[in-house]
C-alpha cells in the first residue's frame, strides 16, 4: 500500500492550497483518515481527520479555515486550506487506516509529505 500525497507549494498570506492523498495497492477498505504537519523544530501535530462515514475532526487553528474530504470510490484524501497564515508552513503528511485482505486487519501507512510554505 502506497498513499501518494500531493498539492503543496508556495502561496502568499491569505492565499489558498488543496492537498490530495491517494491510495494505492490492494485494499480492502480505509477506515479514518487524516492529515497532520510538523513545523520546523516541532512536533507533528494532527490538522483534521476524517471517518471512512464522513465524521469530522480538527485542531483550533485550523478550524473554519480548513476542510478535510474524501472520496471512498477513489480511496483519496484531500484538504481545502483557506486563510492560509505563515504559521500553517510545513510539511504536511496523510495518513490512513487501511483494512488489507485476506487477514481484514487495520494497518496505519502514512504518505511521504508535501511541503507548504505560506510567505509573501
Known amino acids: 500500500v502506497q498513499l501518494q500525497a500531493s498539492g503543496g507549494g508556495l502561496v502568499q498570506p491569505g492565499g489558498s492550497l488543496r492537498l490530495s492523498c491517494a491510495a494505492s495497492g490492494s485494499i480492502f477498505s480505509i477506515n479514518a483518515m487524516g492529515w497532520y504537519r510538523q513545523a520546523p523544530g516541532k512536533q507533528r501535530e494532527l490538522v483534521a481527520a476524517?471517518?471512512?462515514?464522513?465524521?469530522?475532526n480538527y485542531a483550533d487553528s485550523v478550524k473554519g479555515r480548513f476542510t478535510i474530504s474524501r472520496d471512498n470510490a477513489k480511496n483519496t484524501v484531500y484538504l481545502q486550506m483557506n486563510s492560509l497564515k505563515p504559521e500553517d508552513t510545513a510539511v504536511y503528511y496523510c495518513?490512513?487506516?487501511?483494512?488489507?485482505?485476506?487477514?481484514?486487519?487495520?494497518?496505519?501507512?502514512w504518505g511521504q509529505g508535501t511541503l507548504v510554505t505560506v510567505s509573501s
Open positions: 495518513n490512513a487506516d487501511v483494512i488489507l485482505p485476506p487477514d481484514l486487519n487495520e494497518y496505519d501507512y
Open positions: 476524517i471517518t471512512s462515514g464522513g465524521s469530522t
